[in-house]
């Protein structure tokens, strides 16, 4: 069983910054691939980056490219998600998730068995 708690968000204007965590809980998380998700009101959950288990690989969406960073700490089982230069269209509660059994990242939802609760991130114009 894994667990994740989700830290970090909160409200900020355009153009600045916040970095998310998420600690996780359970075994064997060096092995499995992590990801971060977001969901605006009204919208469906979106893919935003996701880490290998080892974090040699990451993956970005479009939307993320260049902003945001993805990185994690295996020894504090620890995940981190840095993002700069904010905008108003980031607002969404942002979700921490973790595979099953598999150590790559992946960029679909369904593919993460374990979520954490959420953490709201707010981008004022």
């Known amino acids: 069983q894994v667990q994740l708690v989700e830290s970090g968000g909160g409200l900020v204007q355009a153009g600045g910054s916040l970095r998310l965590s998420c600690a996780a809980s359970?075994?064997?998380?060096?092995?499995?691939?992590m990801g971060w998700f977001r969901q605006a009101p009204g919208k469906e959950r979106e893919f935003v980056a996701a880490i290998s288990g080892s974090g040699a690989t990451t993956l970005y969406a479009d939307s993320a490219k260049g902003r945001f960073t993805i990185s994690r700490d295996n020894v504090k089982n620890t995940v981190y998600l840095q993002m700069n230069s904010l905008k108003p269209e980031d607002t969404a509660v942002y979700y921490c998730?973790?595979?099953?059994?598999?150590?790559?990242?992946?960029?679909?939802?369904?593919?993460?068995?374990?979520w954490g609760q959420g953490t709201q991130v707010t981008v004022s114009s």
């Open positions: 359970g075994r064997n998380l060096s092995t499995k691939g």
């Open positions: 998730a973790a595979r099953g059994a598999y150590n790559r990242g992946s960029p679909y939802a369904y593919e993460y068995g374990y």
